[in-house]
């Protein structure tokens, strides 16, 4: 065995320590987050550290929530905001919705479409094609009971930035001839800023745009969605993909011959 001479030794080891410290510069952190969908604000008292607190893990209460487990459910805990504060702001929230979308943009490549221009793939809106992180950030991330009011209010200014891995996808099925639907629970009345907000994110084009009208507000979303997608079945449509990032926005026949589930830990819609 050889060993390296004490100085070449030294300097190596010079060489590792300088480039861990270079890793960890913040000028080095603020690169590796340049498309964030909100800025990162470092939250006092909080440097990630609070991932278990007293009788409850927050990781396995977001697992719970994300496996539909967990239902029905009004508000995260309180002792968890700093945690999802850090997970949505952070890299782990975007890294989790690219694994989603790069799984359905393989799958979609992998399409025999039936070449009638009646192939379509429906997105939700809000937390899937739209981001409402801007708003949900100054308000505890689901900490918050939501607010109506407050979040109309948001959604009137047509302000929300795109997820950027959905409008990735968005942007590779229509390139593959398959059509766009959009399918929210928004209601009429913000038809107009809604099909705004998705061109000024990047959303030029779909083949509908469906929002909830006055007679369907008292059903439940599944039931809603469910029935719009039963719809579009009957006009001949065959929704070959299906993306939300609620439960109810992918259950309840038809849902499409397969569905994605993006992760939201800020609240639950049934």
């Avoid at 607190?53 to 968890?80: F, G, H, K, Y």
């Avoid at 192939?119 to 009971?145: A, C, Q, R």
């Avoid at 993909?241 to 259950?251: A, F, K, R």
Wanted: net charge neutral; charged share 25%; aromatic share 10%.
């Amino acid at each position: 065995m050889h060993l390296l001479p004490f100085s070449l030794s030294l300097t190596l080891l010079l060489l590792l320590l300088s480039l861990s410290l270079a890793e960890c510069r913040p000028d080095t952190f603020n690169k590796r987050q340049s498309h964030q969908i909100h800025p990162l604000r470092r939250q006092t008292g909080s440097a990630g550290t609070t991932t278990k607190v007293e009788n409850l893990s927050c990781s396995s209460w977001q697992l719970a929530v994300e496996t539909n487990n967990l239902r029905d459910w009004d508000v995260i805990p309180a002792s968890c905001e700093s945690y999802f504060g850090h997970y949505l702001l952070g890299h782990r929230y975007r890294e989790d919705s690219s694994m989603v979308t790069k799984e359905a943009a393989q799958y979609a490549r992998g399409l025999q479409l039936s070449g009638n221009g009646k192939d379509v793939w429906i997105f939700d809106i809000d937390e899937t094609s739209l981001s409402n992180l801007p708003f949900y950030s100054k308000h505890g991330f689901g900490v918050e009971p939501i607010s109506e009011t407050l979040f109309d209010e948001w959604a009137a200014k047509g302000a929300a930035p795109p997820l950027p891995e959905s409008l990735k996808l968005y942007k590779e099925v229509l390139s593959l001839g398959i059509k766009v639907v959009f399918l929210t629970g928004r209601t009429e009345e913000f038809r107009e800023i809604t099909a705004l907000n998705l061109k000024r994110a990047g959303y030029y084009s779909w083949e509908k745009l469906i929002l909830r009208k006055a007679n369907e507000v008292t059903i439940t979303a599944l039931q809603y969605k469910s029935a719009e997608r039963l719809k579009l079945t009957e006009q001949g449509y065959k929704i070959v993909g299906n993306i939300g990032d609620q439960w109810s926005d992918i259950l309840g026949s038809p849902e499409g011959e397969r569905t994605f589930k993006l992760p939201d830990p800020m609240y639950y819609i049934s």
